[in-house]
């Protein structure tokens, strides 16, 4: 039999409240599996408030405190204070928020935890728009996609504007550790997460995690189009340690985007000549990114 | 005990320092500025060993603390008027989960326009929100109620947090002296907090799950009831204190010469210390009249209000803000009050001192006289005219 | 007054039944009242929708404990949700489902109606094998067996109202209308329903304050699927492909390795069966129907 390429241990429980082929519920199992038992989770209004089911349960075998939206960044702050006070300094500290949650009104609160240097690790998982309300768009859902509040109709072709780069704005921070990370990708996700747990002072994942119901594809596809966007260069897995960038999953010739719009029902409405526009735009973000990593 | 001379807001940081706070976390605003000034100097100077944690928004300062608090450590916030209320979502976070977080706040107007006295809009538009508000009349108080209000939040039996709301600059920045206990004295007073209901590390601990509706209104029932306690358990920490320091402040409402009283004012805050001058003048002129000071308004101190109400047949309450009901806001409490006392006397409504308007002896006087008059007032702002001559500003 | 319960699960439109329903008895020219309480359900969850319907205006805003006809949209969900909690005596339980209607007892003599609505939406394209959209010809199957609606006033509001295909939805609603069977039936021995699905019991003791503990993994959400993954030992090579995706944590392995479902937490996504690489899991129709 195979060996395990991740560690067995599960810390987050069956029985939770996320939809079929869950992204952002793949996301929190891997994330465990790496910063391990001695975790502490905050987690702010989302679709995890839900997924980790209502009171008297909890589908975390950890301590979990919840927040309000925006607030993820200071909460992990308190706790990172309160541990050192309390003489718990080998506890981590994860903040777990949605896209929603940190790009948009959360981004003052994440700004502020990178600046103070809180040592903990804030993972925002990217299921690219607010789902638990029910897929209205964020600053975060890609540009073309259609989503409640960016329609496909009339005129309108589901949203207008690109997606904010979260990256470039944690980068400017000048944290420990800054990387992307992918739930189609489990041992780059655990390495990552492993390696951040090593580490002391503010860190930040951006974690891709497609959503089924969000995206418009069926649940078991959840996996397939989590590594097209990596491979068709939409997505690239990259880390980033004292400034220094690694592109994480090499890739020879790009996949082309269209193998990655063509299945999901929110992109349904592109043309084709707006694909090719994407390609374009993903041509040259990549060879971008290449260019940064072979700068010394 | 050693006797100091400090303003309100040294008498917070002094309380907080006293009380071993273990984690802080705070926001600059005007008033309350030196309050964290000073805690930041006992952090660094290594007097205190608490963690001090600088945001960047009120809103992140109060998360802090309720994160913290969360895990079991002592915590400690001080903020003013738009402050508190930028924090107003935090405030029903941290007193839903119950986290014993021990709040300063000095007291002041809430823009626009903009205005930096005092007045108690900022505290009065908090008051629903599950928070126990303390409001002392001088910087001995002050320094007393903070340590009280540590004892208090962590019962175990009460768990809620707690609002320290001192006048912005009648306290703020009026120095008087104050007996600062020793550490020695305060620590046997106040002991490290015993957590409960709080986050364990390495074990399923989830805190602010959400619920059921059966589950919610039971929550929110148990919330209530910690509150009902308050006034009991408050009273067992004053006679403590009181025996250890000295000094205790009369429960949740303080009377002062309202036996045989024909008409008797309520305050809050340090309108108080010049209205009992004004009894006793008043007195000595022979008019029968007398004061109560409302210490703590929430919970609201019905019970108290109400036998006071059996005794007197006119009542008067000064509010420091108008929150566009339909009398001020403590008024509205005393006439939900006395509405079931057998005994109700007249009410009135008075609004003074509002966006740091000066309470004076006149004021006060006139508030007397109209409550003593055949037919008094039920609502009325007083202190209207603008003054004879309008300094220019700029 | 009629009051009616649907049961559906999240994402098959139960809510959009109820508010159809609503648009159709309003064109009927009766006053229609449909409403739903949100809660955590996800996709696949069983949930539930209400409506109410008279002559007059509706003088009550409150939930339906005791409907007059209660609609269940997905055939699993008779074995995991209450829905026959509340049905009046006499009252009408029209089920999605090939089976005879006799096969649905209920504990007090009810009318009981049955009909393929899956198979029917299928045939007009009316969504997808894994999430079939079945509200419409159940509205037309309710048209036919009880006076609540009108098959005409269905089709009005589903042209007026449903934005995806409501030529194929009008054809369903009218084929749910000729197919769908009814039966009286007589209440089970003792007037009891069959027990439902269990809920972690409410502690009776105050609690100290919002913390919970209590692990999810009594909750069992093998009832949001409708498919079942099947594993062919033979062709399993254990890589364990399988356990590493499962967003659920479903499958556990065991001493040799290999891979075995846990059934109560499984959700059906089918995810293990697209990621295994010698294709050794099969997704089947819940209950092998
Ligand atoms: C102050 C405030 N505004 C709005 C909401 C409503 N709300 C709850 S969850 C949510 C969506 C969050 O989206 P995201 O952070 O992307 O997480 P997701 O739901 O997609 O997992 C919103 C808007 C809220 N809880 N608080
Ligand atoms: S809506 Fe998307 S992110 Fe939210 S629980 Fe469902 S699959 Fe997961
Ligand atoms: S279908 Fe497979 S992957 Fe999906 S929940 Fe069931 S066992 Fe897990
Ligand atoms: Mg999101």
């Keep these: 039999m195979a060996k395990l390429t991740l560690p067995p241990v599960e810390l987050v429980r069956s029985g939770h409240s996320a939809c079929p082929g869950c992204g952002p519920a793949l996301a929190m199992r891997y994330l465990l599996k790496g910063t391990g038992e001695r975790t502490v989770v905050s987690v702010p209004a989302s679709c995890w408030t839900i997924i980790a089911t209502g009171y008297p349960t909890t589908a975390l075998r950890l301590p979990m405190i919840d927040t309000p939206i925006e607030a993820t960044g200071a909460s992990i702050s308190g706790l990172r204070a309160a541990l050192d006070a309390l003489h718990m300094s080998d506890v981590q500290v994860v903040g777990f928020a949605g896209d929603g949650g940190t790009v948009d009104i959360g981004l003052q609160s994440l700004s502020g935890m990178l600046e103070r240097r809180t040592d903990a690790l804030y993972v925002m998982y990217d299921n690219e728009a607010y789902m638990n309300t029910g897929i209205q768009r ?159 | 005990m050693t006797r100091l001379v400090l303003s309100g807001n040294y008498a917070q940081s002094y309380a907080a320092r006293l009380a071993r706070v273990q984690v802080i976390s705070a926001y600059p605003i005007t008033p309350q500025t030196t309050i964290v000034e000073q805690l930041a100097k006992f952090v660094s100077s290594g ?97 007393d109620s903070v340590l009280e209000a540590f004892r208090l939040a962590e019962d175990l039996a009460i768990r809620l947090p707690v609002m320290v709301a001192e006048d912005a600059f009648y306290l703020s920045h009026t120095v008087e002296p104050v007996e600062v206990p020793s550490q020695a004295q305060v620590d046997a007073f106040l002991p490290p907090r015993v957590p409960k209901g709080t986050l364990v590390p390495g074990k399923a601990t989830r805190l602010g799950s959400y619920v059921g509706p059966a589950d919610y209104v039971r929550f929110r029932r148990e919330q209530a009831r910690a509150m009902e306690r308050v006034p009991e358990t408050l009273a067992a920490i004053e006679e403590d204190y009181g025996r250890r320091m000295g000094r205790t402040y009369g429960g949740l409402v303080q009377e002062y010469r309202t036996e045989g009283a024909d008409a008797v004012l309520l305050t809050m805050g340090t309108a108080s210390t010049t209205a009992r001058a004004v009894v006793d003048e008043l007195r000595s002129e022979g008019k029968r009249v007398g004061l109560a000071r409302i210490r703590v308004f929430r919970p609201f101190p019905a019970k108290e209000v109400r036998d006071l109400a059996s005794r007197v047949d006119r009542l008067g309450v000064m509010d420091r803000s108008w929150t566009f009901g339909q009398m001020g806001s403590a008024a509205t409490e005393v006439a939900a009050a006395i509405q079931s006392s057998p005994r109700r006397p007249r009410l009135s409504s008075f609004l003074a001192g509002v966006g740091g308007r000066d309470v004076g002896t006149a004021l006060l006087r006139e508030m007397f006289r109209d409550l003593l008059s055949k037919e008094p007032s039920g609502l009325r702002w007083l202190d209207m005219d603008p003054p004879k001559e309008v300094p220019l500003h700029g | 007054m009629i009051e009616i319960r649907f049961h559906g699960r999240g994402g098959q439109g139960a809510v959009i039944a109820a508010e159809l329903l609503a648009q159709a008895a309003n064109l009927d020219g009766k006053i229609p009242q449909s409403f739903a309480f949100y809660g955590a359900e996800r996709r696949g969850a069983p949930v539930v929708s209400y409506a109410r319907i008279d002559d007059r205006p509706i003088r009550l805003r409150t939930a339906i404990t005791a409907p007059d006809i209660v609609v269940v949209l997905d055939p699993g969900l008779v074995e995991v949700a209450p829905v026959m909690d509340g049905l009046k005596p006499g009252g009408t339980l029209l089920v999605n489902s090939p089976l005879p209607p006799e096969r649905f007892p209920t504990p007090k003599p009810a009318f009981v109606a049955t009909l393929d609505a899956t198979q029917i939406a299928l045939s007009h394209g009316v969504g997808s094998r894994t999430m079939p959209i079945v509200n419409t010809t159940m509205l037309g199957a309710l048209s036919r067996v009880s006076s609540v609606v009108s098959l005409s006033a269905v089709q009005h509001a589903i042209d007026e109202h449903v934005p995806a295909r409501p030529a194929e939805n009008g054809l369903a609603a009218i084929e749910g209308f000729h197919t769908v069977r009814v039966a009286e039936l007589p209440g089970l021995p003792g007037g009891k329903a069959p027990s439902g699905p269990v809920a972690p019991a409410l502690s009776s003791e105050v609690p100290e304050g919002p913390i919970a503990s209590m692990a999810s993994d009594v909750l069992h959400t093998s009832s949001w699927r409708t498919l079942q993954p099947v594993i062919t030992r033979e062709k399993c090579t254990r890589c364990n492909f399988c356990w590493k995706f499962c967003p659920d944590n479903a499958i556990d392995l065991d001493s040799e390795g290999f891979p075995v479902v846990r059934n109560e937490h499984c959700k059906g996504c089918g995810l293990c069966a697209v990621e295994c690489p010698p294709v050794a899991i099969e997704m089947v129709v819940e209950g092998g129907a």
């Design chain 1, 138 to 296: 964020s600053g975060s859902t890609p540009e073309g996609a259609w989503t409640t509040t960016t329609p496909v109709e009339g005129m309108a072709r589901g949203k207008g504007e690109p997606k904010k780069d979260i990256m470039g704005i944690v980068l400017a921070h000048h944290p420990v550790y800054a990387a992307t990370l992918n739930v189609a990708y489990p041992e780059d996700f655990l390495r990552k997460a492993q390696k951040a747990a090593s580490l002391k002072g503010p860190r930040f994942f951006h974690v891709l995690a497609p959503c089924p119901p969000g995206w418009k594809f069926a649940s078991d596809q959840t996996v397939q189009i989590g590594r097209l966007a990596t491979d068709t260069g939409i997505f690239p897995l990259y880390e980033v340690e004292n400034g220094k960038l690694r592109v994480t999953r090499k890739l020879g010739q790009l996949k082309p985007v269209r193998d990655y719009i063509k299945v999901q029902g929110r992109f349904g409405h592109l043309t084709d000549a707006e694909i090719d526009t994407v390609e374009h735009e993903v041509q040259a973000s990549w060879a971008a990114l290449l260019q940064r990593e072979a700068r010394p």
């Design chain 2, 47 to 143: 007097e205190l060993p608490a963690q001090f944690i600088k945001v960047e928004s009120e809103h992140s300062a109060l998360q802090v603390c309720v994160s913290a608090a969360a895990l079991g450590a002592r915590t400690y916030t001080a903020t003013s008027s738009q402050g508190l209320l930028l924090m107003h979502e935090l405030l029903h976070w941290a007193s839903g989960m119950r986290t014993p977080i021990v709040m300063g706040v000095v007291s002041r107007s809430v823009g626009p326009p903009w205005s930096l006295d005092a007045d108690h809009t900022d505290t009065m538009s908090q008051r629903d929100t599950g928070w126990v508000q303390i409001y002392p009349e001088s910087n001995q108080e002050v320094l």
